[in-house]
C-alpha cells in the first residue's frame, strides 16, 4: 500500500484549503485512513479519520466544526476539507492507514502502518 497526500499551501487565516490522499496497491481494506499533523518541535497529533467501511468520522476536538473528511472508494482517495483555518493549523500534514486489527485506536499513530510523505499547510495571520 502506498498513500500519496497533495493539496497544501500557504493560506490566509479564515481561508480554506482541501488535502488528498490517494491510496494505491491496496491489497486489503485497511480499518481507517486518518490524517495527523506535525508542528516543528511538536509530536504528530491526530487531526481526523475515517473508517473505509462504514464511513464513520472521527475528529480532533481542536478542529471539529471546522474539518470534514470523507471518502471516495471508487477512486481510492481521501479528502480532508479545512476550513476557517487558523495560523494553529500549521505543519505538516500526513495521511495514514490504519489496518484490520483487534483494536483500532484512531487517534493513536502507532497503530497506523503506512504514511504518506506529508504535505506542508501554512496559515499566515
Known amino acids: 500500500v502506498q498513500l500519496q497526500a497533495s493539496g497544501g499551501g500557504l493560506v490566509q487565516a479564515g481561508g480554506s484549503l482541501r488535502l488528498s490522499c490517494v491510496a494505491s496497491?491496496?491489497?486489503?481494506?485497511?480499518?481507517?485512513v486518518g490524517w495527523f499533523r506535525q508542528a516543528p518541535g511538536k509530536e504528530r497529533e491526530f487531526v481526523a479519520a475515517?473508517?473505509?467501511?462504514?464511513?464513520?468520522?472521527f475528529y480532533a476536538d481542536s478542529v471539529e466544526g471546522r474539518f470534514t473528511i470523507s471518502r471516495d472508494n471508487a477512486e481510492n482517495v481521501v479528502y480532508l476539507q479545512m476550513a476557517s483555518l487558523e495560523p494553529e493549523d500549521t505543519a505538516v500534514y500526513y495521511c495514514?492507514?490504519?489496518?484490520?486489527?483487534?483494536?483500532?485506536?484512531?487517534?493513536?499513530?502507532?497503530?497506523?502502518?503506512?504514511w504518506g510523505q506529508g504535505t506542508q499547510v501554512t496559515v499566515s495571520s
Open positions: 496497491g491496496l491489497t486489503f481494506a485497511p480499518a481507517v
Open positions: 495514514g492507514a490504519h489496518p484490520q486489527t483487534a483494536t483500532v485506536v484512531v487517534e493513536s499513530a502507532r497503530g497506523y502502518s503506512t
Open positions: 475515517v473508517r473505509w467501511i462504514g464511513s464513520r468520522t
